[in-house]
């Protein structure tokens, strides 16, 4: 029995831990996000494991489909172009 326990408490770990990686990714791969915000954003996500981790990834979810992530944004010069709206101009849609 103490057996089990101890690999029951090890997938539960371990599962948290994957969940506060990919939680700290999304949070330091934003585009968006200030220097600031991704460091607090990664704070959230290791002070409330889990949980920070599943708010983080659905915030920026939706804030990705509200910023219009089809077609994606390309940044030129600092400002950006949709690169999906680019027209050809040689005569071929």
Known sequence: MRESMRILLLIVLAVLL???VWGT?????????T???KALQSL???LVPLLG???IV??????RRSQGSE????RLDGSEID??????HDGHH
């Open 71 to 74: 077609p994606e944004r390309a």
């Open 18 to 20: 994957a969940a506060n």
């Open 53 to 55: 981790a599943i708010a």
């Open 58 to 63: 659905m915030f920026h979810r939706l804030d």
């Open 44 to 46: 959230l996500v290791w």
């Open 25 to 33: 990714l999304v949070a330091l791969r934003s585009a968006i996000a």
């Open 83 to 88: 690169v999906g709206l680019a027209i050809r």
């Open 35 to 37: 220097p600031t915000q």
